[in-house]
């Protein structure tokens, strides 16, 4: 019983630098995903240099939502450097 509520659950990572579009992320996809019975925990970053830290610092996300055009570092220059450390799709 514990291995299939495990399996029920997934962690996002939600990268924008528009708090209202991480907002509505968020809310569409606790939405859809309520909907078939999974847990869900969200984490946000402002930016892509965010979102590559959060990896340093540990983390690992079941699903990123990345916004490409954002200041600091935008999400191709995020993505890229995250697949180079070995995020891999799934």
Known sequence: MADQD????FSVLIVDDDRIVRETNWRFTALAWTQKQLRMEFQEAK???????LHLAGASFDLILMDFQMPIMNGIQATQLLRQMGVKNR
């Open 6 to 9: 495990q399996s029920n659950n």
């Open 47 to 53: 930016n892509g240099k965010e979102a590559v830290y």
